[in-house]
């Protein structure tokens, strides 16, 4: 395999795993379940395993550059373009408006119903009749909206 390969393979997957991890859902780092680790963990492992061993460090730092570049790549488009942003980060949701929780909205976006509670907890509040819009945000964190 030569470096042009590793390098055109390596941007390949870059593109793949951040579209799986899109499909994981809008979680923060602190809450992937073990499920989601394992999955990531993996595909560290399996992108070690394309890396020739008879060329293996220039075949890595190749590998390493590849995927900073498309890093930055992908986050100067997503910097500059909201249709690619949106794509690529969601929106946010609202998951509670004027006090009513929003089940379908949880469902959809696999999220518990003690999560929202923890979260209205954390800012403060007491319980759901205190909240007037709480709203996931594309990062995972859940931004809470008091009631006056």
């Known amino acids: 395999?030569?470096?042009l390969e590793?390098?055109?393979g390596s941007a390949i997957i870059y593109i793949l795993v951040i579209v799986c991890l899109r499909v994981l859902g809008k979680k923060g780092l602190s809450e992937l379940s073990l499920g989601d680790l394992v999955l990531i963990i993996l595909i560290g492992e399996a992108l070690g395993s394309l890396i020739?061993?008879?060329?293996?460090?220039?075949?890595?730092?190749?590998?390493?550059?590849?995927?900073?570049?498309?890093?930055?790549?992908?986050?100067?488009?997503?910097?500059?373009?909201?249709?690619?942003?949106?794509?690529?980060?969601?929106?946010?949701?609202?998951?509670?408006?004027?006090?009513?929780?929003?089940?379908?909205?949880?469902?959809?976006?696999?999220?518990?119903?003690?999560?929202?509670?923890?979260?209205?907890?954390s800012n403060g509040l007491k319980s759901i009749d205190d909240v007037a819009e709480a709203v996931l945000e594309t990062d995972g964190e859940i931004s809470i909206i008091a009631k006056a």
Do not use: D
């Open 52 to 121: 020739p061993q008879e060329n293996a460090f220039a075949s890595s730092v190749t590998c390493i550059i590849t995927l900073s570049v498309m890093n930055y790549i992908v986050e100067r488009i997503v910097f500059k373009s909201k249709k690619i942003r949106i794509l690529l980060e969601g929106k946010p949701v609202t998951i509670i408006k004027q006090g009513n929780v929003l089940k379908h909205t949880l469902m959809k976006e696999r999220l518990t119903i003690e999560s929202v509670e923890e979260a209205i907890r």
């Open 1 to 3: 395999m030569n470096l």
């Open 6 to 8: 590793i390098a055109g």
